[in-house]
């Protein structure tokens, strides 16, 4: 007799576990190699040698190289859209992503030593690597890209072309930003709770530059 969906379930639930895990060693391995000797030191046969797996499995899993530091980076881009189509009645987009963005998060937000070891490493290991810096443009490009695809729809078919693509550039402009500055003291071995408040206080001003119009900035 065929199996039914509730005795295929359990099954496809374990296969995809195990893929996951299979992922997360990978990368974990990765990162690993990558912070001791430097991304572009680490080839992909070693991550594959090292984490006991084939390098087809590697690339099956992550298609480039620099997708085992970025692979976490998938789900913020729904994660930002989602946030802004799911603003309260009466919230505008810019205050929907400042809420968004300046959400505690990550390993920023976790109060241990070792969070805060591999906070450091990682941030060394991208801000060291060109090849990692080039690929975080073009991630933050897409994110760029979908941002104001959605304030145009979001202002309705009477939007210029120019309009949304300048609302997405300045709300990116603020997350991009911060995250250059929170890499600096991160570097700096500033507390993590400072640059937390540090980076809240910063957000705040930079929304409410956007908020009240940037046309008394810099006046002479």
Known sequence: M???PATRAPELGLRERKKQRTRELIAETARRLFAARGFERVTIAEVAR?????EQT????????EDL???????????L???????????????AFGRFVLRRRGLLAEQDPEAR??????TRMITASPALLERERAIFDRYTE???????????PRADEVLPRVVANALMGIHRALLDYSRKRILADAPSDTIIRELRARGERAIS???????EVGIR
């Open 69 to 79: 530091v970025y692979w976490r980076f998938e789900g913020f881009e729904d994660e």
């Open 117 to 122: 070891q591999r906070l450091l490493e990682i």
């Open 50 to 54: 090292e984490a006991d797996v084939s």
């Open 2 to 4: 065929p199996p039914t």
């Open 58 to 65: 590697v690339f099956n899993y992550f298609p480039t190289k």
């Open 209 to 215: 530059a956007l908020e009240n119009g940037l046309g």
């Open 146 to 156: 979908s941002l104001a695809l959605l304030v145009a729809e979001e202002l309705g």
């Open 81 to 95: 859209l989602t946030a802004i189509r799911r603003r309260d009645c009466g919230e505008s987009v810019l205050r």
